[in-house]
């Protein structure tokens, strides 16, 4: 079984037993958020504070 199979199933697991369809989608879209921008993290694809502050118009 694939690893991200593996993941998806083992979060619906974790939830409780009268979970709603609305519930599993949202959390496996929230890990698969998470789970993109731990990557771009690792990619080293990250903007430094300053950059932030820039973007935001706060300099």
Do not use: H, N
Request: no cysteine.
């Amino acid at each position: 079984m694939s690893e991200l199979k593996e993941t998806a199933i083992q979060t619906i697991r974790m939830m409780p037993d009268d979970v709603e369809w609305k519930d599993i989608l949202e959390e496996l879209y929230f890990r698969m958020k998470v789970d993109a921008g731990l990557a771009e993290a690792d990619a080293g694809d990250t903007l430094d504070w300053e950059e932030v502050k820039a973007e935001l118009g706060l300099l």
